[in-house]
Nanobody, 126 residues
Framework: QVQLQESGPGLVKPSQTLSLTCTVS??????????WSWLRQPPGKGLEWMGG???????HYSPSLKSRASISRDTSKNQFTLQLSSVTPEDTAVYYC??????????????????WGQGTQVTVSS
């Protein structure tokens, strides 16, 4: 089955850029009609969809994060990445990558996805 694994630093300083990579195995990020998303869950809060990238490379972002988020991919490595600039302590969260159908664009409900990474804790602190 498809497996996803997040990687990146667990501690980021305020004002810096958070960078995470999702490595996909058991399936291709270019498989037709698959969509690949980043989500996060701050402490004590619900799941938040951040953005994603389609099998063609088209990106979409949450309006609240559009100015700071950037998602890209490396098809040769079967990876997609998240960059979140100008981070503050409010960006502290568990970050997830996930895969689902095209209808998962903007979906913050876990049931809308087929596959999930285990999540990685990112803390923004000086």
């Amino acid at each position: 089955q498809v497996q996803l694994q997040e990687s990146g630093p667990g501690l980021v300083k305020p004002s810096q850029t958070l960078s995470l990579t999702c490595t996909v195995s058991g399936g291709s990020i270019t498989t037709k009609l698959n969509y690949w998303s980043w989500l996060r869950q701050p402490p004590g809060k619900g799941l938040e969809w951040m953005g994603g990238i389609s099998f063609t490379g088209t990106t979409h972002y949450s309006p609240s994060l559009k100015s700071r988020a950037s998602i890209s991919r490396d098809t040769s490595k079967n990876q997609f990445t998240l960059q979140l600039s100008s981070v503050t302590p409010e960006d502290t969260a568990v970050y997830y990558c996930a895969s689902g159908p095209p209808s998962s664009v903007g979906e913050s409900n876990r049931d809308g996805y087929d596959y999930w990474g285990q999540g990685t804790q990112v803390t923004v602190s000086s």
